[in-house]
């Protein structure tokens, strides 16, 4: 029985990526007085690495121009994340960022239904709560039970860590939980966790099929772009897949 929904954030609750953190990054290296500019499709390519600090490091290790010394790097790093960070909640604070179509409305009606709700995520807690914070107000963190963030793990997505938490925090089985998530990376931490996943895919993530590399038995359903996002679409899609259905590794039809 479908207990309680995962949230995604960055992809998931909102097209973030390109219009909004990419933007916030390239806005902190001209701050820094760095001639560096992510485009879309650069940008969409460190979008394989999970977390804003770790793509920091990977363009790094391969610039041109970058710190030499590990620590440097790890320095430079910290504190452009810190200007990328303070520029994105400028950003969505000046409303650049909305929801995506059916999201605060699914949350609304979860609520209502007394599902648990919970965010597991592994950007920055500031980074979700200047997003949620403008999409459903001050009082955002009623709607969640739980709000995982990337300070409360050690390993980021693909790692399952964060859904691991999570499920702690909820005091639920992992076949309670409904993960909606919109990239591979967050597939395959909801599948290492061994959550039910519903895949929409994102501008970044337009995916048509799971990811190949999920562990065996992986319980999943990609959501078609023409599909209606709403609480029945959830509730339906987590209902065939912990009923053991053939859809454990295909599509929503």
């Known amino acids: 029985m479908l207990r309680a929904l995962l ?7 909102a097209e973030t990526e390109r219009d909004g953190h990419r933007v916030a990054f390239n806005e902190a290296f001209e701050l ?67 929801a995506r179509p059916g999201v605060l409305e699914v949350m609304a009606a979860a609520r209502a239904a007394g599902l648990r709700q919970a965010i597991v995520t592994t950007t920055s807690r500031s980074n979700v709560q200047a997003l949620l ?3 459903l107000g001050p009082q955002w963190q009623d709607s969640f039970e739980a709000v995982c963030c990337g300070e409360d ?13 999570a499920l702690r925090r909820l005091g639920l089985a992992a076949q309670e939980a409904l993960a909606i998530e919109d990239s591979a990376p967050g597939a395959r931490a909801a599948a290492g966790a ?15 099929q799971l990811p190949p590399d999920l562990p065996a038995g992986s319980l999943g359903m990609v959501c078609p772009a ?11 899609s987590h209902a065939r897949l912990t009923a053991g259905s053939d859809q454990t590794a295909g599509a929503l039809r």
């Open 7 to 13: 949230w995604d954030v960055d992809g998931t609750v």
């Open 32 to 98: 820094a007085g760095l001639p560096w500019h992510w485009d879309v499709a650069h940008y969409g390519r460190l979008l394989e690495i999970t977390g804003g600090r770790e793509r920091l490091l990977a363009d790094m290790a391969e610039r041109v121009g970058a710190p030499l010394r590990p620590e440097d790097r790890e320095a430079l790093a910290r504190h452009l994340h810190g200007l990328k960070n303070e520029g994105y909640a400028r950003l969505v604070n000046a409303g650049g960022i909305a």
């Open 133 to 135: 914070g403008k999409l």
């Open 153 to 165: 793990t050690q390993r980021k997505k693909p790692d399952p860590e964060v859904y691991l938490l």
């Open 194 to 208: 061994a959550v039910p996943l519903l895949l929409r895919p994102s501008v970044y993530f337009p995916a048509r």
């Open 226 to 236: 023409d599909a209606p996002f709403d609480l029945a679409l959830l509730q339906h």
